[in-house]
Each structure stands twice: as C-alpha cells, then as structure tokens.
C-alpha cells in the first residue's frame, strides 16, 4: 500500500475565502461611517475594534478547524446538531435568553459577552447535512 500524502491548501479556495472576508469587512466599514457622523469617532473607533477581534478570532478557527480531519465531523455531526439545537432552545430559558431593547430574546450570556446560538446552529445543521448528504451518496455509488 503506497503511504498517503497530505495534501496542501487550496490555494484558488482560500483566496477566495479571505477575498470575500476582506470585502465583507470592508462593507462594514462603509456602512460604519454613519456613526461616525451621528456618534463620533470613539463609537466608530469601538465598532472598527470589535469587528477587527471577531475577524482575527475567525481566522485563527478557520486555520484551527482546517486542520481537524473530516471524519471527526462526519462522526460527531449528530451530536453538533443536538447540542447546537439545545443551546438555541436555551434562549427560551426565563432570565437566560438576553433580548436587546425589548425584542425577541435570541441572545445567550457567555461572560462579558452575548452570542447568538441560533448562528451555531446553522453551521451545526451544514455539518449534519454534509455528513448525511456523503452517507447517502456513498449507498447510490
């Protein structure tokens, strides 16, 4: 059995990941110039700093997440599913789902920061659904 090779990055592929990321990013800064003409430069200043974290936190996961082999996912998508599902029924939980100036409560406290849960649970349902998708192409071949 000849010894498998791990293959290298795609190149054309992140290139175009990064390119949307930076564009995206970019579009949030021009959407944020109005707060710097209603509130000043110390509100922009704040929304450029968050962004710019939330950016940076989600590169270093996509180098991270990179790097965990498809099979963990395929085996695990079950469980990612429940537990994200569980996590966004959480915020139905009276005085634990944060809501923000008297909306819907969608938001969950971790710490001195709030997350959607409902965002996990799009990329736990993309997980499951890649991993039923591959089981169901592998019985049709």
């Known amino acids: 059995m000849p010894p498998t090779r791990k293959k290298g990055v795609d190149i054309w592929f992140l290139s175009i990941l990064l390119f949307i990321t930076f564009g995206g990013f970019l579009i949030f800064l021009s959407a944020a110039m109005t707060f710097l003409v ?3 430069t110390t509100q922009f200043v704040s929304a450029i700093t968050t962004q710019s974290i939330a950016l940076v936190i989600g590169l270093a996961a996509l180098f991270l997440f990179s790097h965990i082999h498809y099979r963990f996912w395929r085996k695990h998508a079950l469980v990612i599913l429940a537990v994200t599902a ?28 709030t997350f959607q849960p409902a965002e996990l649970l799009q990329i736990g349902f993309v997980i499951y659904f890649a991993a039923w998708l591959s089981g169901v192409t592998t019985k049709i071949a």
């Open 38 to 40: 209603q509130h000043g």
């Open 86 to 113: 569980v996590l966004t029924t959480l915020v139905l939980v009276p005085g634990l789902g944060i809501g923000y100036q008297g909306g819907v409560t969608r938001w969950l406290p971790l710490g001195p920061i």
